[in-house]
């Protein structure tokens, strides 16, 4: 079993910038592609930023950029560093884990079978 925890959301100005963070329990965290999603208010869950088990990355086209996936294989930690943020940004947001032992980046959220509980991340104009 896997547990995923968000933090760092908070409000931010247009133009700002934010980094929200996701620890992940699991021990072999390394082997697995790991996901940001975003659900804004009567919006369905979108794709932000994915990065495979073995470093590909694939962004949203609205956030490429701006947004920047990394992952801290040691530490267990998946980072979204978010700049340049816009109103539309404004959703809760969640990492999830791949299905299956060394998956690629995808934006598809079938692809996914551990998820966070999310972190709030608002951005006024």
């Known amino acids: 079993q896997v547990e995923l925890v968000e933090s760092g959301g908070g409000s931010v100005q247009a133009g700002g910038s934010l980094r929200v963070s996701c620890a992940v329990s699991n021990r072999y965290y390394k082997d697995y592609c790991m996901g940001w999603f975003r659900q804004a208010p009567d919006k369905e869950r979108e794709g932000v930023a994915s990065i495979g088990s073995g470093g590909s990355t694939v962004y949203a086209d609205s956030v490429k950029g701006r947004f920047t996936i990394s992952r801290d294989d040691a530490k267990k930690i998946l980072y979204l560093e978010m700049t340049s943020l816009k109103p539309e940004d404004t959703a809760m947001y969640y990492c999830?884990?791949?299905?299956?032992?060394?998956?690629?980046?995808?934006?598809?959220?079938?692809?996914?079978?551990?998820w966070g509980r999310g972190t709030q991340v608002t951005v006024s104009s």
């Open positions: 999830a884990r791949g299905r299956d032992f060394y998956c690629t980046s995808s934006l598809v959220p079938q692809y996914y079978g551990s």
